[in-house]
C-alpha cells in the first residue's frame, strides 16, 4: 500500500518569462544542491535509517567484507550535487507500507504487539496519522523504521536538506536568512497559506468597515499619516474623503496585517503627529536611519526610534518642548490653508 507524498523545492527566486525564454543569455537555467558540512554531518548520523534504504543507491551491501561502507556513506554525501531547474524539482516523500516486509520485520512485530495492528491498512494508518494531540504517531525520523520510501532517491535527498541552510523548510521561513536560495512547500501547504491569507484580509477589510463608521476627518489624516508618509501635505491639504478612503482601502488589500496593527495602535495619534512633524521639517529623520531629531538643533535627539519618540512626546517633563512642536506646527498648517 503506498501512500504518496509530495514536497516541492522552488528557487527563492523565479524567473520571469523573458528570462524563462533567454536563459541561455541572461539567466540561471540551474542551481545547484551542494554538500554542506552541517547537513552532511546530520544525515549520517542517522546510520540505522542509511544501511537500511541506501543500499539501494549505492548498489553494495553495508555488511559486505569487501566495501568500506561508512566511507562509502560519507563519500557519497560529499559529493552531493543535485540540479533544481528554474521551474523547481518535485520530490516524493512518501511510503510503501507492507505488514510482510522483512527488512523491517523487527520493528513491525514490536508495534503490531503495541498497537494491535492486523493488517497493512492499519499499519499504514497508524505511521502517518496523528493523535488526540495532533501530534504524529511517528515522528517523521523514525518512519523508515515501518514503510519503505516510494522513490529513496527523493526521500533521502529531501532528508538532508531540510538540514541545508540555503533550503527554507517551509515558504514562511524564505526570508528568514540571506542564504537561502531555494524553498520547500506542499501542496496542502500553499492551501492553507491561501486560505490563512483570505482570513486576512476577511478581517482587515471588516476591521475596515468598522474603522470608516466611526471616522473623524482626524481618525483618518492620522491612519494615512503612518500609511504614507511622504504624501502628508496632500493628505491634510488635497485629498477628499473619498481620495483618502480610496487609499485606506487599497492598502487594506495589500497588507491587510499592517492595517489592522496601525488602526489598533493606542499611540496612533502621537505617532502620526511626529511624523506630520518631520513633513512639515519641524522635526528631522536622520538619512538612512530612524533616529529623529529637533529640525533647529539637530543636537536634539527625539528617539532613536518612533517608540522611543512616542515615549519623549507623552513625557510630561518634555511638554514645554512638545507645546513648542505644536504651534510651529499649527503655524504652518494655517499659512499653507490659506
Known sequence: MEIKRQVNIVWKYNPTTFEKINSEVVGEQFRKIGSSVTAVNKIVQNSAMLRLLMPQLLGVDPDSNDVNWDRSVKHYWDSLSVDIPSGGRKLETGFSFDITDLPREKYIKELKAEKDIKNTRELADYIMGVNSKGEDNIKEEVRWKYANPINVEDYLLWRYILNYRHVANSIEDVNKSPNIRFYLHTEEEKERIKKQEFKTKQSAINRYIKFVEKASKDDTDDLLSLISPRSIKDIIFNNDLEDKQMQI??????????????????????????????????????????????????????????????????????????????????????????
Open 249 to 338: 482601502m487599497e492598502f487594506v488589500t495589500t497588507n491587510p496585517t499592517r492595517f489592522v496593527t496601525l488602526v489598533d495602535d493606542k499611540n496612533i495619534k502621537t505617532k502620526a503627529f511626529i511624523e506630520r512633524l518631520i513633513a512639515f521639517d519641524i522635526l528631522k529623520k536622520l538619512p538612512n536611519s530612524t533616529v529623529v531629531v529637533e529640525a533647529a538643533d539637530p543636537s536634539v535627539t527625539i528617539g532613536n526610534n518612533i517608540d522611543e519618540c512616542v515615549s519623549f512626546f507623552l513625557n510630561e517633563k518634555n511638554k514645554v518642548k512638545v507645546n513648542e512642536f505644536t504651534a510651529k506646527y499649527k503655524s504652518l498648517i494655517v499659512k499653507q490653508d490659506v
